[in-house]
């Protein structure tokens, strides 16, 4: 345990060498970050006995803080998550390098080439909860990305991600780039990453992953800018004009294939003239998959036997097999709902109506915005981005999920003769 | 004089307006726009002498206050720059409107058509001082892209402000536009502009343009992302193959067609195997200029009548009619300069080499870097963004120049049919 003052200088000495070393990956070739995350993978690979050893360590420590079962099995590595993790990692390798691309040139009238190129944000800080696989993750995308990454896991996963970070590091160091460019944070005190959020000079970005109350205290403790995500209450519109048999499978998907997510659906909402052939239906279904119905008092005098929804219930999100259902008397009033209780994260719209769907996707303002599909597929994966570090629910700089290209930015080059300004 | 404990509920109560005006805002056609934008302009030009006379007490409440020549002409509205305000947002009007392009669009292996759709950021909140053409300026880019905006200009400009923003605000009400949509801070306490800095929920950015401590205090205080601009200490490298007429025009262009600005140059980097040439041709152009030189020790083995460069000179914005100089071994060194001392706004090299320019651009990492033109240059009307609301020398969703396209963020959309995720 560190004393309190000594925290501002090292963590700042942390952050100083993660920006030093942020100037070399910057210029590195995609061949050669890809050969480290390949021989980080292998490494990972070869060490999973190690790997779960360390991980006994902080299983046993959470066995004394009882933490709760859902908590220790984020929290356990098995062969197949790390296996999983070193896998992740050969992905990355085979996306495309978004460094040094040039997305758009012009030229102006006096004869200037002006041009945007990405280049990497420089240094970037990913505070997190339980699973010490994002550890490897975060990493993996933040290399690739010519990015520095400072790493704060939760406290409880201490000794995990510590474990992973000495393998990545030490196949930084063989590979021979700058071991700064991944740094596990090693202090738990809330102090310490107060101190981190401060350091405005050295660190371009955070990223907090886990609940509220973690992303509250970092956006009110942070000068650095933060990407975050704060809850997904999801819509899917049943317009009309829906394809029942397309709206019952997507409705279903959306709710149960993974109601854990931040992308599954949370509310639905039903066109008046279609709630009397398509409530039955769905409720049916998905009362056989074992979801809890919450309904408007209009869903109620078609399904009597659910439970009445209060005016709470359009904000929840519930993260579990309850979903709440109002029927609306058109787009219109389905577009207002979303405004008021949505956050901005997936709407969907199932119709067949042309106009309907090219309102819904031109008036609704969320992350991902879908007409005959899922919500499920608001993912970077998913939506082709070949990998995600996270999906953002503010609008600057990234908003749905981030991928290798959200953890650039672009400059402006310019290509003269000797111009001068007139 | 509003109590202390007004500010939070009323401060919330515009945020929440302005968030209402900016769902309108988002829908309308870009006619619409364009037409309140040139009816503005018309009133603006029918109004110079109530403008001048709202202005004059101002101007006479900053005699009582003393305030500096320099901030009474930067506050002082004339016919000239009434008509410029006017000028300024016909010139807006005319721009593309960036709200509603699908900037790429792919389809994914399940079928599903996955695209980027440009949407408004929502409500902007702007934090200036002084100048109150700037209330014009940014209502003006704010209303074209979309965004709701909140004006908080200078406490000496209250009154030029309010009657600017009075008569934009008749003209939204006249084309049927929300008049929340431009809404102008009325209060001067720091207290506030601390209540609005809190509403992550309603304000979407906050740009504050003035001194380092306005900036700094913005940073501090925020919970909402914020784009900033902190200095600009411009660095121009004469390589040993730069075509010297042309270095020569371009230095002096770079530091005296307007000094006092974020983009003039303030240190020159020489390389040593033409500081003996060039120098002192420099030196005779700038001096004959009016321009202060302070040299390091090579330096002033060459301009031996000229001042010392201390330390400190290497970090300084002057903004006036002072510049450094430096003589290096080559372009290494020149780079670790700029990357030492640099405030990553913008950098030029002047060279013949193809090497080292391609060098130059790639590893140096400002907002704008240059090959063989002025620093001036990085300015978004300059550089064909039509406009500009600001240079960001933050990485984050903007860096350099922005523009319209700047003021807006983008949604994914997804067209479907009737797919889910296995």
Same mark, same amino acid.
């Given at each position: 345990?560190?004393?309190?003052?000594?925290?501002?200088?090292?963590?700042?000495?942390?952050?100083?060498?993660?920006?030093?070393?942020?100037?070399?990956?910057?210029?590195?070739?995609?061949?050669?970050?890809?050969?480290?995350?390949?021989?980080?993978?292998?490494?990972?690979?070869?060490?999973?006995?190690?790997?779960?050893?360390?991980?006994?360590?902080?299983?046993?420590?959470?066995?004394?803080?009882?933490?709760?079962?859902?908590?220790?099995?984020?929290?356990?590595?098995?062969?197949?998550?790390?296996?999983?993790?070193?896998?992740?990692?050969?992905?990355?390798?085979?996306?495309?390098?978004?460094?040094?691309?040039?997305?758009?040139?012009?030229?102006?009238?006096?004869?200037?080439?002006?041009?945007?190129?990405?280049?990497?944000?420089?240094?970037?800080?990913?505070?997190?909860?339980?699973?010490?696989?994002?550890?490897?993750?975060?990493?993996?995308?933040?290399?690739?990305?010519?990015?520095?990454?400072?790493?704060?896991?939760?406290?409880?996963?201490?000794?995990?991600?510590?474990?992973?970070?000495?393998?990545?590091?030490?196949?930084?160091?063989?590979?021979?780039?700058?071991?700064?460019?991944?740094?596990?944070?090693?202090?738990?005190?809330?102090? *310490?990453?107060?101190?981190? $959020?401060?350091? #405005?000079?050295?660190?371009?970005?955070?990223? +907090?992953?886990? !609940?509220? /109350? %973690?992303?509250?205290?970092?956006?009110?403790?942070?000068?650095?800018?933060?990407?975050?995500?704060?809850?997904?209450?999801?819509?899917?519109f049943?317009d009309?004009?829906?394809?029942?048999?397309?709206?019952?499978?997507?409705?279903?998907?959306?709710?149960?294939?993974?109601?854990?997510?931040?992308? *599954?659906?949370?509310?639905? $909402?039903?066109? #008046?003239?279609?709630?009397?052939?398509?409530? +039955?239906?769905? !409720?049916? /279904? %998905?009362?056989?998959?074992?979801?809890?119905?919450?309904?408007?008092?209009?869903?109620?005098?078609?399904?009597?036997?659910?439970?009445?929804?209060?005016?709470?219930?359009?904000?929840?999100?519930?993260?579990?097999?309850?979903?709440?259902?109002?029927?609306?008397?058109?787009i219109?009033?389905a577009i207002?709902?979303i405004?008021?209780?949505?956050?901005?994260?997936?709407e969907a719209i199932?119709t067949?109506?042309?106009q309907n769907a090219q309102k819904f996707l031109k008036e609704v303002?969320?992350?991902?915005v879908l007409v005959?599909?899922?919500?499920?597929?608001?993912?970077?994966?998913?939506?082709?981005?070949?990998?995600?570090?996270?999906?953002?629910?503010?609008?600057?700089?990234?908003?749905?999920?981030?991928?290798?290209?959200?953890?650039?930015?672009?400059?402006?080059?310019?290509?003269?003769?000797?111009?001068?300004?007139?």
């Amino acid at each position: 345990m560190k004393k309190k003052k000594d925290f501002s200088a090292e963590v700042r000495e942390m952050a100083r060498k993660a920006k030093w070393a942020s100037h070399q990956l910057a210029q590195l070739s995609s061949s050669i970050k890809n050969k480290a995350l390949m021989e980080m993978s292998d490494e990972l690979d070869r060490q999973p006995e190690w790997l779960i050893r360390e991980n006994q360590k902080d299983l046993a420590a959470g066995r004394k803080l009882r933490l709760s079962s859902a908590l220790t099995d984020r929290l356990r590595l098995t062969p197949s998550i790390i296996h999983g993790m070193a896998e992740g990692l050969r992905e990355v390798a085979r996306l495309p390098d978004p460094v040094g691309e040039i997305i758009k040139m012009w030229k102006r009238p006096n004869g200037l080439m002006v041009g945007k190129m990405r280049i990497p944000l420089g240094v970037i800080g990913i505070i997190y909860e339980s699973r010490p696989n994002v550890t490897a993750d975060a990493a993996g995308l933040c290399l690739k990305s010519g990015n520095s990454v400072i790493l704060k896991g939760g406290s409880e996963a201490f000794h995990s991600n510590q474990a992973i970070g000495e393998i990545l590091r030490k196949i930084l160091v063989k590979t021979g780039l700058p071991q700064e460019a991944i740094q596990i944070f090693p202090y738990t005190e809330r102090e *310490a990453i107060r101190e981190m $959020l401060q350091l #405005e000079e050295e660190i371009d970005l955070i990223i +907090p992953r886990g !609940g509220e /109350a %973690l992303l509250r205290f970092v956006v009110s403790h942070s000068k650095i800018p933060v990407l975050k995500h704060y809850k997904g209450v999801c819509h899917i519109f049943v317009d009309e004009t829906a394809d029942l048999e397309i709206a019952i499978r997507v409705c279903l998907n959306a709710k149960v294939q993974r109601p854990g997510v931040c992308n *599954a659906v949370e509310t639905l $909402l039903v066109h #008046e003239k279609v709630a009397g052939r398509f409530l +039955p239906k769905i !409720g049916k /279904a %998905l009362q056989k998959e074992g979801v809890e119905l919450r309904g408007c008092p209009q869903t109620k005098k078609i399904l009597s036997h659910i439970k009445g929804a209060r005016e709470k219930d359009w904000f929840e999100e519930y993260l579990d097999l309850i979903l709440s259902i109002k029927v609306v008397k058109g787009i219109e009033e389905a577009i207002e709902h979303i405004a008021r209780y949505g956050s901005l994260h997936t709407e969907a719209i199932l119709t067949s109506d042309y106009q309907n769907a090219q309102k819904f996707l031109k008036e609704v303002h969320s992350s991902c915005v879908l007409v005959n599909a899922s919500t499920r597929f608001n993912d970077g994966y998913e939506l082709g981005l070949g990998a995600e570090i996270g999906i953002s629910t503010s609008k600057l700089h990234a908003f749905g999920p981030m991928g290798l290209e959200e953890l650039t930015t672009t400059k402006f080059i310019v290509y003269g003769e000797g111009q001068i300004r007139g």
